[in-house]
């Protein structure tokens, strides 16, 4: 059967699609069980996603988050995943926003210090796997394990991995070398996702889809 023209193109495009979604693999470990999938396409914030500060909204089959400056903090949110061993994929755009995070807590009773585990920080400029401080103690400060000049360009989609299996981490995102980093933190029992944002009120990122695997 012959298709109409704008038929074939559509298929092509749309398989395309599905082959730049395939290309970022794991290196540290194989895919196991798939822990979550969210790709907000309803009307309301998915059950189980939690606002810290900030804005967030679904709309147009994205999450939308912001920082308000009221708070006086960036924006955070959170999903409640109890993991370890872990790939992470998000598919992510900035649209105003001069910041994102993606990284951990530490579970409860896995380590003496207080805060965040780590997160890969991205900005229009430049990313980077860092560590961050004990807010214990006032002598200790965040450490970026691996860091490099990138440009990520307002309104683009970007596809983010991130893997953390033992006290290895690895961040791939398509056309851009990947970062890894080790600590002797890095393996510890994680209770879910951390997201953070920053900007001025109206500036926002936004999410398009994640999905969690475990690794193995």
């Not at 540290?28 to 900030?54: C, I, M, S, V, Y």
């Not at 961040?171 to 209770?191: N, W, Y």
């Not at 500036?203 to 969690?212: C, N, Y």
């Amino acid at each position: 059967m012959n298709l109409p023209a704008f038929v074939c193109l559509t298929v092509v495009l749309l398989n395309s699609a599905s082959v730049r979604a395939a290309e970022i693999k794991p290196k540290l470990g194989q895919k196991g069980a798939l822990l979550l999938e969210e790709k907000f396409d309803g009307a309301q914030l998915p059950k189980g996603w939690n606002r810290n500060t900030g804005k967030l909204t679904v709309a147009d089959g994205l999450l939308k988050a912001s920082e308000i400056a009221a708070d006086m903090h960036a924006a955070a949110f959170r999903r409640p995943l109890p993991l370890q061993d872990a790939a992470i994929y998000v598919k992510f755009r900035f649209a105003g926003a001069k910041m994102f995070h993606l990284g951990f807590d530490p579970a409860k009773g896995e380590l003496k210090k207080q805060g965040h585990l780590f997160s890969v920080i991205i900005t229009p400029t430049r990313w980077s796997i860092t560590e961050h401080n004990d807010k214990a103690n006032p002598k200790s400060t965040n450490k970026a394990h691996a860091k490099a000049a990138a440009t990520f360009e307002k309104g683009r989609w970007y596809e983010l991995l991130l893997e953390v299996k033992g006290d290895d981490a690895l961040a791939q995102i398509g056309g851009i070398e990947s970062l890894r980093a080790t600590s002797k933190d890095f393996h510890v029992k994680k209770p879910g996702l951390v997201f953070r944002t920053g900007g001025k009120d109206t500036d926002e990122v936004h999410l398009d889809e994640v999905r969690v695997w475990e690794l193995k």
